[in-house]
């Protein structure tokens, strides 16, 4: 049975002001499209490379209104397969961490709510919206938002001879105060793409 305290993921305001100087030195030009629209980026943790054969574990989203991040979504989430030592060495997820957490399809219609009406911003996109594709389908539920990967952005703004997140933060002097979890990449990649896009 599953665990009460997962059965609504409900977005939580963001009220985190670290890195506000920086991204507001960013924001001189304050293109018009990029703060007229809203954003959700979005990051998933998974049990591995592929999204044919291995499964979500931790979606982190933050959204973005006015060019400012307003919410955040987070939950773990119950994997159809135990999570690989090497995974738990990278992501410090461990099974039991995800034992009592909902099914990707008791999550979706919350995360596809959340998402409504916005365009979908991840790093290296391709890869979370195969997962993304992969596990929502099944349960009914679709996303045809436009999409955005911040790699393809790094590379129109700035030359680098690698854009992993890692790297591309310490060029812009962003932190990270916890990589390869769900919600700490997501909200660093929010504020790399704030960034990048008033630029």
Same mark, same amino acid.
């Not at 911040?150 to 997140?165: G, R, V």
């Given at each position: 049975?599953?665990?009460?305290?997962?059965?609504?993921?409900?977005?939580? =305001?963001?009220? !985190?002001?670290?890195?506000? !100087?920086?991204?507001?030195?960013?924001?001189?030009?304050?293109?018009? +499209?990029? *703060?007229?629209?809203?954003?959700?980026?979005?990051?998933?943790?998974?049990? %591995?490379? +592929?999204?044919?054969?291995?499964?979500?574990?931790?979606? %982190?989203?933050?959204?973005? +209104?006015? %060019?400012?991040?307003?919410?955040?979504?987070?939950?773990?989430?119950?994997?159809?397969?135990? $999570? #690989?030592?090497?995974?738990?060495?990278?992501?410090?997820?461990?099974?039991?961490?995800?034992?009592?957490? #909902?099914?990707?399809?008791?999550?979706? #219609? !919350? *995360?596809?709510?959340?998402?409504?009406?916005?365009?979908?911003?991840?790093?290296?996109?391709?890869?979370?919206?195969?997962?993304?594709?992969?596990?929502?389908? =099944?349960?009914?539920?679709?996303?045809?938002? #436009?999409?955005?990967?911040?790699?393809?952005?790094?590379?129109?703004? $700035?030359?680098?001879?690698?854009?992993?997140?890692?790297?591309?933060?310490?060029?812009?002097?962003?932190?990270?105060?916890? =990589?390869?979890?769900?919600?700490? !990449?997501? $909200?660093?990649?929010?504020?790399? *793409?704030?960034?990048?896009?008033?630029?």
């Amino acid at each position: 049975m599953m665990s009460t305290q997962y059965s609504l993921i409900s977005p939580m =305001p963001y009220q !985190d002001q670290s890195d506000l !100087d920086i991204i507001k030195s960013g924001q001189s030009k304050r293109p018009n +499209k990029f *703060f007229q629209e809203e954003y959700v980026i979005f990051d998933f943790e998974t049990t %591995g490379f +592929k999204a044919s054969d291995c499964c979500i574990i931790e979606v %982190g989203a933050a959204k973005i +209104k006015s %060019g400012k991040i307003v919410e955040t979504f987070w939950s773990f989430v119950h994997p159809t397969h135990p $999570i #690989p030592p090497e995974i738990t060495r990278i992501t410090s997820i461990t099974n039991n961490d995800v034992a009592h957490a #909902p099914l990707w399809e008791e999550i979706v #219609p !919350d *995360f596809h709510k959340f998402t409504l009406n916005t365009t979908l911003v991840a790093h290296n996109a391709s890869f979370d919206m195969a997962f993304l594709e992969k596990q929502s389908e =099944p349960a009914g539920y679709y996303f045809r938002n #436009p999409v955005l990967d911040t790699i393809a952005l790094a590379k129109s703004k $700035i030359h680098l001879t690698s854009y992993k997140l890692n790297v591309l933060l310490e060029h812009l002097n962003l932190h990270n105060t916890n =990589p390869h979890r769900a919600l700490h !990449d997501a $909200i660093s990649t929010a504020k790399m *793409f704030i960034v990048l896009s008033t630029m």
